[in-house]
C-alpha cells in the first residue's frame, strides 16, 4: 500500500514507519521540515511539505494522521491553546478534503485523538460508547474527531485513536516523568488517586497495524492497556522499576502554579479500557505495568 501520514516525526509516526517498511508498504510523510524529517526518517520515505499542492489522494491507500503540537510542552494559554487546537484541526480538515475530492479515495482514514476526550471523569469507568465531560481536552479532541469522520463513506472507513500516555525508552512523556525519580524526588502527583490511561509503543504501533488490516474497523478505539492504574501505583511502580524511591508526593498546589490550566493533564485522569479494541480481537503483549516499565524504564 501507499500511506500517508501526518506526524511522522513524532514519537509514534517515527517507529511506525520502520514497520511498515518492513512489511512492504511505500511511505510519505506530509512535513514541514524536509531536512529534518529526512535526517530521522532516512531516504525511503517520501516527504511532502504540504497539501495544498495535491488536488486529491488517489495515489493514495491509507492516511495515518498523528499530527499536533504536545500538548503537555507549555501552559495552556489563550493564543497556545488555540495552537493545539489549529495544529490538528487544520491538517485533518485539509486531508478530509482530499479524501472527498478523490475519485479513488483511500480506503482508511486513521486519526489521531486522545484519552482526554473523556475529560476529567474521575473513577468512572468508560469505554468508547461514553461521551467524557465537557472541557478543554473534550472539545480539542471531539471536534479533532468530528473534522476526520466527515472522509467516512462507502469507499473510506475512519478509525479514530483515543490514546493515553504512550510508554517508550526513549522520548514521550515518560521522559520526563523519570527525571524526578532519576534525582531522588519522585512519586504521586497530588492526590495519586486518579486514573492514568497508558500504552506501551509496541501495543501502539500493533494495534496501528490492526486497524489498518482490518476492513470491518472503523469509529473511536481506545489506544489504552487493559488494565488501567492510579497515579500512585504508576509511581511507586516506576520507583521500584528504577530502583529509586518513590515517597516525594508533589502538592496539587505546587501543580497547579507551575502549569496551570493544563495541570488537569496530570492531576485529572481517565479509567479508560480498550473495549472495542479487545472485542476485535487484538492482543496486547502489554498488559501489566510492571513488566511494561521495565522494557522502557528498567
Excluded at 493545539?84 to 486531508?95: D, K
Excluded at 482530499?98 to 482508511?108: E, F, G, H, R
Aim: charged fraction near 20%; aromatic fraction near 6%.
Amino acid at each position: 500500500m501507499h500511506i500517508l501520514i501526518t506526524g511522522g516525526t513524532g514519537l509514534i509516526g517515527r517507529h511506525l514507519i520502520p514497520r511498515l517498511q518492513q512489511l512492504g508498504h511505500q511511505i510519505s510523510v506530509v512535513t514541514r521540515d524536509v531536512v529534518s524529517a529526512r535526517e530521522k526518517l532516512g531516504e525511503q520515505v517520501a516527504l511532502w511539505s504540504g497539501l495544498a499542492q495535491q488536488p486529491n489522494l488517489d495515489n493514495i491507500d491509507a492516511v495515518i494522521n498523528l499530527a499536533g503540537e504536545p500538548i503537555a510542552d507549555k501552559r495552556w494559554t489563550e493564543p497556545h491553546k488555540q495552537q493545539l487546537c489549529e495544529s490538528r484541526w487544520q491538517i485533518t480538515e485539509q486531508i478530509v478534503s482530499l479524501i472527498n475530492a478523490s475519485s479513488t479515495p483511500p480506503a482508511v482514514l486513521i486519526s489521531g485523538s486522545a484519552t482526554g476526550y473523556y475529560g476529567n471523569t474521575g473513577d468512572l469507568v468508560l469505554t468508547e460508547e461514553d461521551q467524557g465531560h465537557d472541557e478543554f481536552t473534550h472539545q480539542l479532541c471531539a471536534r479533532w474527531e468530528q473534522l476526520a469522520l466527515a472522509a467516512e463513506s462507502e469507499r473510506t472507513r475512519v478509525c479514530l485513536l483515543r490514546t493515553g500516555v504512550v510508554l517508550a525508552r526513549e522520548g514521550g512523556a515518560l521522559s520526563r516523568m523519570k527525571l524526578p525519580f532519576k534525582m531522588g524526588i519522585g512519586g504521586p502527583l497530588g492526590s495519586g488517586k486518579q486514573y492514568m490511561p497508558w500504552i506501551h509503543l509496541d501495543d501502539m504501533i500493533n494495534a496501528i497495524l490492526w486497524l489498518l488490516d482490518h476492513d470491518d474497523l472503523r469509529g473511536p478505539f481506545n489506544m489504552v492497556a487493559p488494565y488501567a492504574v492510579r497515579n500512585e501505583q504508576f509511581a511507586a511502580t516506576l520507583g521500584q522499576v528504577m530502583h529509586r524511591p518513590a515517597f516525594m508526593r508533589t502538592p496539587a498546589s505546587a501543580i497547579k502554579l507551575m502549569m496551570g490550566e493544563s495541570s488537569v493533564l496530570v492531576l485529572g485522569g481517565q479509567h479508560v479500557l480498550p473495549k472495542r479494541l479487545e472485542a476485535s480481537g487484538f492482543g496486547f503483549r502489554w498488559y501489566d505495568l510492571q513488566e511494561a516499565l521495565q522494557d522502557v524504564a528498567g
